[in-house]
């Protein structure tokens, strides 16, 4: 507002200079830090999955890992998880809007690996809530920390987070050709209001079912050992 006020007094003669021209945006605020999770590359995912499939650590704590490979859903959105947001004839995880980041209702496809997660998870009766439920059972979910420890037990201190699974499937996902506008809102970094949301979601879920599947088949090739290829072979 400064700027343009003392262009338009140099402009009608009022003002020799614009001083305000002599002050650059970066010398006067901080740029802002950019977060940069830890996490692998293409080639080091064969290992990670591998390792994570003989963790053998607590069970439940197993089958975070699994789901979050998977889903790639953040840390926050797996360990709250309800048992009330799946929909398994549908295949379905509704994760309501008050749990999200961007505060809109977000809908993750269950491929066939992860229904048979879930319903290993289900027959352990930990809790008819949570599906992570704390191991101090005092109504609370796994602690953010859970994930991060069972990744330094299996040896990726400060290589792989949580979040780092996001960011391997979105380079994958994107390097293979998919859908751009079906990988942003699998992972929920498109901003859109209530309206949008739920009509980009209903439009778009068939494709992100199959994407998710095709996911989910190409995971399961490299656990057992397949070298890399493209997800639809």
């Given at each position: 507002?400064y ?14 200079r614009?001083?305000a021209?002599?002050?650059?945006t ?16 293409e ?6 999955l591998?390792?994570?499939?003989e963790?053998?650590?607590?069970p ?10 998977l889903?790639?859903?953040?840390t926050?959105?797996?360990i709250?998880?309800?048992w ?15 749990r999200?980041k ?6 993750v496809p269950?491929?066939?690996q992860?229904?048979?997660i ?5 027959s352990m ?10 191991e101090?059972?005092n109504?609370k979910s ?5 994930i ?14 949580g ?5 391997i ?5 994107h ?10 809102l699998q992972l929920a ?12 979601h209903?439009?778009n ?6 994407m ?5 088949d190409?995971l399961?090739r ?12």
């Amino acid at each position: 507002m400064y700027g343009q006020v003392m262009r338009y007094a140099v402009a009608h003669g009022l003002a020799e200079r614009n001083p305000a021209a002599d002050i650059k945006t970066s010398d006067v605020l901080k740029p802002a830090n950019k977060t940069n999770y830890a996490r692998l590359s293409e080639k080091e995912l064969p290992e990670l999955l591998h390792k994570v499939n003989e963790y053998d650590g607590q069970p439940l704590t197993l089958f975070a890992l699994q789901l979050m490979v998977l889903t790639f859903v953040s840390t926050s959105e797996l360990i709250g998880a309800r048992w009330d947001e799946f929909d398994l004839n549908k295949r379905e995880w509704r994760i309501p809007a008050e749990r999200m980041k961007m505060r809109t209702l977000h809908i993750v496809p269950l491929s066939d690996q992860s229904i048979t997660i879930l319903i290993e998870i289900k027959s352990m009766a930990c809790d008819d809530v949570l599906l992570f439920p704390s191991e101090r059972r005092n109504g609370k979910s796994m602690s953010n920390n859970t994930i991060l420890y069972a990744l330094y037990r299996l040896g990726y201190h400060s290589r792989m987070t949580g979040h780092g699974f996001r960011g391997i499937a979105s380079t994958i996902l994107h390097e293979q050709g998919y859908n751009h506008d079906h990988i942003e809102l699998q992972l929920a970094h498109t901003q859109r209001d209530a309206v949008s949301a739920a009509y980009n979601h209903a439009l778009n879920l068939e494709p992100r079912a199959r994407m998710m599947q095709d996911w989910a088949d190409y995971l399961g090739r490299l656990a057992a050992g397949a070298k890399i290829m493209n997800l639809r072979d």
